[in-house]
T-cell receptor, first 115, second 112 residues
């Protein structure tokens, strides 16, 4: 299957700082990538759809000014959590679709802990 | 609308079989199955498209009944490596790259 990488895999930061998470499709071009958040023992909740060259589409309840998404190229999308707070601590996962049937391949995830 | 998965959790001994169901109240175009191990990202298992097909590889297979808007994942002769949380993700229509809506997951534990 297609390979998607994420960086960093784990980050611990102080409250009020900003954190950038990168999502890369390594062996295919992804015009669309998706950002999910997963709290412990819960399902994946879609945060936003990232479109190359255009603005991201955010799900209801997700603050676009807090979770900045940039999809600068066909292989890279970034999620910046601005002014992070402890309640933003979570597992953030990106995915990219490859192939004609919308198979989605997930990155390894980034565990964010805000102190 | 989030699909409903059942059961929420199941414990199996090695070699036993299990069925995980995924139901939707809306018509579906496709159902995707993933397995996630603790602390890791979900791993794609298979996709089933509208048309009532059945797919599988090795001892894991799945079916999709579009009339019932339901998909089932079949795990036969389970192995320890099958442990994890299984999620179904659904699409209501094909329109290019669209996000999936995931169920709450079924936690499967296989014990020796």
């Amino acid at each position: 299957g297609a390979v998607v990488s994420q960086h960093p895999s784990r980050v611990i930061c102080k409250s009020g700082t900003s954190v950038k998470i990168e999502c890369r499709s390594l062996d295919f071009q992804a015009t669309t990538m998706f950002w999910y958040r997963q709290f412990p023992k819960q399902s994946l909740m879609l945060m936003a759809t990232s479109n190359e060259g255009s603005k991201a589409t955010y799900e209801q309840g997700v603050e676009k000014d807090k979770f900045l998404i940039n999809h600068a190229s066909l292989t890279l999308s970034t999620l910046t959590v601005t002014s992070a707070h402890p309640e933003d601590s979570s597992f953030y996962i990106c995915s990219a679709a490859s192939g004609g049937y919308n198979e989605q391949f997930f990155g390894p995830g980034t565990r964010l802990t805000v102190l | 609308q989030q699909p409903v998965q059942s059961p929420q959790a199941v414990i199996l001994r090695e070699g036993e079989d299990a069925v995980i169901n995924c139901s939707s109240s809306k018509a579906l175009y496709s159902v995707h199955w993933y397995r996630q191990k603790h602390g890791e990202a979900p791993v794609f298992l298979m996709i089933l498209l509208k048309g009532g097909e059945q797919k599988g590889h090795e001892k894991i297979s799945a079916s999709f009944n579009e009339k019932k808007q339901q998909s089932s994942l079949y795990l036969t002769a389970s192995q320890l490596s099958y442990s994890g949380t299984y999620f179904c993700g659904t699409e209501r229509a094909w329109s290019g790259n669209t996000p999936l809506v995931f169920g709450k997951g079924t936690r499967l534990s296989v014990i020796a």
